[in-house]
């Protein structure tokens, strides 16, 4: 009797739980204003961008930063500002004007021989000088930017922050700050530290790939650049693979399945494609 009454607690509080467990995924999931996909999205986005800030300007105390009268860095600034405008009018003529309010965009260059380029959430952006001889124009450079753009605006990294946070069983309650929180800040450090590990200890899905390229060839189109670039960028970003692959490309897979898919996306992508004489 006792042994029944035992299973029968221990079967209550493991339906308990899986109630708890579902009750906190609906809670925690929002539709997304750009690709209309629903996510787990746990994590506030204003404690995000907050954390965001300070990693940003922590990382850029700590690095050689191109001067931005320089060649090079003024056409980061130019093609990172482009960008933002593109996506600013794509959330207006969606109904959505204000979604990126808290956005406060800033576009540096890092003299640094790593193959890399990044953006936290509210808009800030980091380009690696080791990547310019591989774009090699500036609309390579959208395209990259494009890219990376779209996946702090889609909130990815929120997204697989939230799932590890479930995951991992860490309870973040939306009025306390995550930066009071050592498992969550660590979480965050995994997702968007500028670091060699970016992208490998959560890399993002294929679907959020799938995202960042379709929206990002949107948004480089919308500033003026030919999204076709896109296609030779890849190619030689595929090129440079080998035991070692640069670190662009351990969150970036760029193989066959990946030029496909974007031949596939640029038809709709020249729709929004109007040349522009200020390039």
């Known amino acids: ?9 221990c079967r209550n509080y493991v339906l308990f739980a899986f109630v708890i467990f579902v009750v906190m995924i609906l809670d925690g999931c929002s539709r997304n204003t750009i690709t209309g996909r629903s996510q787990l999205s746990l994590v506030p986005e204003t404690e995000v961008q907050a954390l965001a800030i300070t990693q940003y300007q922590s990382f850029l105390s700590s690095n050689k930063v191109v001067p931005a009268t320089t060649k090079d860095a003024e056409m980061v600034q130019r ?11 794509y959330y207006t003529e969606h109904g959505q004007p204000n979604a990126l309010k808290n956005y406060h965009w800033e576009f540096n260059l890092v003299d ?19 990547i310019l001889p591989v774009t090699q124009n500036e609309t390579a450079l959208a395209i990259v930017l494009g890219h990376e753009i779209t996946h702090a605006v889609a909130g990815h990294g929120r997204e697989r922050m939230s799932q590890q946070l479930l995951a991992q069983g860490i309870e973040v309650a939306g009025n306390v700050a995550l930066s009071t929180n050592t498992r969550a800040v660590n ?7 500028p670091t060699a590990q970016v992208g ?3 890399p993002n899905s294929r679907k959020q790939e799938y995202e ?3 929206y990002g060839l949107i948004f480089a189109a919308m500033a003026g650049y030919d999204p076709r670039e896109a296609i030779p960028f890849w190619k030689r970003m595929e090129a440079l693979g080998g035991a070692k692959p640069p670190v662009f490309l351990s969150d970036h897979p760029a193989d066959a399945n990946r030029i496909q898919k974007l031949e596939a996306l640029m038809p709709e992508a020249l729709t929004y494609y109007h040349p522009t004489s200020g390039k």
């Not at 009797?1 to 607690?9: N, P, R, T, W």
């Open 212 to 214: 960042a390229d379709h």
């Open 79 to 89: 093609v990172g500002h482009r960008i933002a405008a593109a996506i600013q009018k």
């Open 200 to 202: 490998v200890l959560l």
């Open 187 to 193: 979480l965050f450090n995994q997702v968007y530290a």
């Open 1 to 9: 009797m006792e042994v029944k009454l035992a299973y029968d607690g």
């Open 112 to 130: 640094s021989k790593e193959i890399n380029a990044w953006c936290m959430p509210g808009g800030k952006v980091v380009v690696y000088t080791g």
